[in-house]
């Protein structure tokens, strides 16, 4: 009978690590033109990762502008409409930041989802008002 000494490294039988998740979103079109007297636009976003994104929209100036949906959730490879209202009033440097992270397999509650200060991505669509 011939025994055979096997050696190993604890370290190199560890299972490899999982992937990094892609996330990613874009929004289209890429900026938001409106009149002195207000208007509305409607955009896209899509969810070009390849999991579920929970995503919030903020504003620099909430007096003005209104955004439908504020919070939401979008799964990988979907897309749904965000609207942008304007009230009449004069011209600022204004834009909106749409903000995302990856969303977990238990949340269900957009605005809880972002109750923690972790973000992934962010993009800036700036608001532009033509007389």
């Known amino acids: 009978m011939l025994l055979v000494k096997v050696e190993y490294n604890i370290d190199t039988c560890r299972a490899p690590p999982?992937?990094?998740s892609h996330i990613g979103l874009q929004?289209?079109?890429r900026f938001a033109e409106f009149i002195?007297?207000?208007g509305a636009t409607?955009?896209?976003l899509t969810n070009t990762g390849a999991t579920r994104l929970v995503i919030k929209i903020k504003c620099t100036n909430n007096r003005l502008y209104k955004v439908s949906p504020v919070y939401s959730f979008l799964d990988a490879g979907s897309s749904h409409d965000l609207e942008i209202?304007?009230?009449e009033g004069s011209s600022g440097n204004d834009k909106l930041l749409v903000i995302y992270k990856e969303a977990k397999i238990d949340d269900n509650d957009?605005?809880?989802a972002f109750?923690?200060?972790t973000t992934s991505g962010r993009i800036v669509l700036p608001?532009?008002?033509v007389s």
């Open 27 to 29: 929004v289209y079109p």
């Open 127 to 129: 608001l532009i008002v």
């Open 110 to 112: 957009p605005r809880i």
């Open 36 to 38: 002195t007297l207000g």
């Open 115 to 117: 109750t923690a200060d």
């Open 42 to 44: 409607k955009h896209t």
């Open 85 to 87: 209202f304007r009230e």
């Open 18 to 20: 999982a992937p990094p």
